[in-house]
């Protein structure tokens, strides 16, 4: 288009890169592959708008997939199905944190809010640094 925007599918692309399938219920799939993964539909990582509208982000390969934020691991799913938050080796379903010693990583849970003044309303449990199970804030 005159705007710089690419379109497949598409005549009138909005952004950068338009992918567009005209079929109602169609899908519609960006898959990233390379020589370990090899080319075939169930080969390597996919972001995928299904024709029922759902959408899926999807690691064909036995590998884990990590979401990431200010460049570090937030979110990680083994390839065994286990979650870790800021824990990119999960050894249960559910991991949070790496270091039960660690200040801003203790593996605690809070569930609450701040008043946004610096009062915080919350219920807590997690380890503390000497690896005491604590319950309260």
Known sequence: ANSGNVGIGTNNPTSLLHLHNANASGEVKITLSDGNTGTGSTDGFSIIKNGDDSCRIWNYENTS????????????????????????????????????????????????KSDGIGNNRKFKFGYDSSYNFILGD
């Open 65 to 112: 997939l990590t979401l990431g934020t200010n460049n570090l691991d937030r979110l990680t799913i083994s390839s065994n199905g286990n979650v870790g938050i800021a824990n990119t080796n999960p050894i249960a379903t559910l991991s949070i944190g790496t270091g039960l010693s660690s200040v801003n990583n203790d593996g605690s849970i809070s569930v609450g």
